[in-house]
């Protein structure tokens, strides 16, 4: 059972891990974005 | 357009996320504890479905890999890296879950036996090729290389596949197609529904990491864009 309780563990923090990471990349480029277009619009 | 993609995605995830529940259920719940392995027989459903999940996104790079060959387009390039990452996760978990199952099964955490040392041989070719593809250059010359590497795993995923085969060990056993020998017994029909269902669950979450991805690098071409125009204006 312990084994079982490791495997499943790893499985779904690696995965959730993986979506946190990109969810991380998408808010960091929306601000990114965000603060160019309006330096671009106030030009 | 962008609203339908949106759509899509959160359609998707909606949609994931009963669907893990529900795989999770069968796992533990549903599916009846194998007689001689027990409880950690059911490692084998996600394992599966993971390593399929891999072997699908490494043909996926492949495909892309031969068209950026072909005719190198910035599209097919980031596709293909894209897919490699998710491919390189899944291979991770693979690698995972067979040392966890090995230690239950087999007493140790690892053993050189073909299948293992192949799919590890796999996931250093895609690590590889994540780190050809943060090379400093054009990208062009970046894309070909990298496709290059591209090629070379997804010729290794066959061989992945047909290890136990080719190979006769003993350790992992051929569960499905009769192989040389009619080695590849099948399992129960409840066992093989919840095979089915994890894979389908597994392949669903690889196409929304992969659409989310995308969505992430027309992002990144979207601010270096605006970079791009900022620059153009001060210099100007």
């Not at chain 2, 990144?220 to 601010?223: I, M, S, T």
């Given at each position: 059972m312990t084994y079982l309780f490791l495997a499943y563990s790893i499985i779904w923090t690696l995965i959730a891990g993986y979506i946190v990471i990109l969810g991380k990349r998408?808010?960091?480029l929306k601000k990114e974005l965000q603060l160019l277009d309006e330096w671009n619009t106030e030009q | 357009m962008k609203q339908k993609s949106g759509f899509i995605d959160t359609a998707m995830f909606y949609l994931l996320i009963p669907m893990v529940f529900a795989a999770l259920y069968f796992v533990f719940i549903w599916s009846p504890v194998e007689k001689f392995m027990g409880a950690p027989q059911k490692i084998f459903y996600f394992h599966v479905s993971c390593a399929w999940v891999a072997f699908l996104a490494f043909f996926t790079v492949g495909y892309y890999s031969v068209r950026t060959l072909i005719k190198p387009n910035i599209k097919f390039h980031i596709h293909a890296g894209i897919?490699?990452?998710?491919?390189?996760?899944f291979t991770t978990i693979t690698l995972l879950t067979g040392m966890i199952w090995g230690k239950s099964?087999?007493?140790?955490?690892?053993?050189?036996?073909?299948?293992?040392?192949t799919t590890l041989i796999l996931w250093f070719i895609y690590v590889a090729y994540l780190f050809v593809r943060r090379m400093e250059g054009s990208w062009e010359k970046i894309a070909k290389l990298s496709a290059v590497f591209g090629i070379i795993g997804v010729i290794n995923v066959p061989i992945v596949f047909m290890a136990i085969r080719w190979w006769n060990t003993k350790l992992h056993p051929v569960v499905f197609g009769d192989g040389k020998n009619q080695d590849g017994g099948g399992i129960e029909p409840p066992m093989l529904f919840t095979l089915l269902?994890?894979?389908?669950?597994i392949t669903l979450l690889y196409a929304y990491l992969m659409r989310k991805g995308i969505e992430i690098e027309k992002m990144?071409?979207?601010?270096k864009k605006a970079k791009n125009k900022a620059?153009?204006?001060?210099?100007?």
């Open positions: 998408q808010k960091a | 897919s490699a990452e998710i491919g390189v996760l099964s087999w007493n140790t955490w690892w053993t050189w036996e073909p299948r293992l040392a269902f994890c894979i389908f669950t990144r071409h979207a601010v620059i153009n204006r001060l210099a100007g």
